[in-house]
């Protein structure tokens, strides 16, 4: 599976955007998904994770009530509405893809083996 992201952009802020994330391959629907983002000299930060199924999602606190993860299996596409969108937003997003649960993952230290490559987020004051 390899993975492509799209969406990002600039918006002022209280502002909008939908990120995508389309994978190649067949076996999309097995991944664990999430989203990651790497602001200006900060460490990449894990945003959001949805599981295989769609069925249970997580976000981090900083995004909570703001961005929804979503995904569609029959396209291959993950996708991250952000909504009201703060100047603090402002990173690369990157979409990750694992077969194991991504939240455990990341959680016990390791990183998801599959990777996009980056979209930028920009948000103006």
């Known amino acids: 599976v390899q993975l492509q992201a799209s969406g990002g952009g600039t918006v002022q802020a209280g502002g909008s955007l939908r990120l995508s994330c389309a994978a190649s391959g067949r076996t999309f629907s097995s991944y664990s998904m999430g989203w990651f983002r790497q602001a200006p000299g900060k460490e990449r930060e894990l945003t959001a994770v949805?599981?295989?199924?769609?069925?249970?999602?997580y976000y981090s606190d900083s995004v909570k009530g703001r961005f929804t993860i979503s995904r569609d299996n029959a396209k291959n596409t993950m996708y991250l509405q952000m909504n009201s969108l703060k100047p603090e937003d402002t990173a690369v997003y990157y979409c990750?893809?694992?077969?194991?649960?991504?939240?455990?993952?990341?959680?016990?230290?390791?990183?998801?083996?599959?990777w996009g490559q980056g979209t930028q987020v920009t948000v103006s004051s």
């Open positions: 990750a893809a694992d077969l194991r649960p991504l939240l455990g993952l990341v959680s016990g230290g390791s990183t998801p083996a599959l």
């Open positions: 949805i599981s295989w199924s769609g069925g249970s999602t």
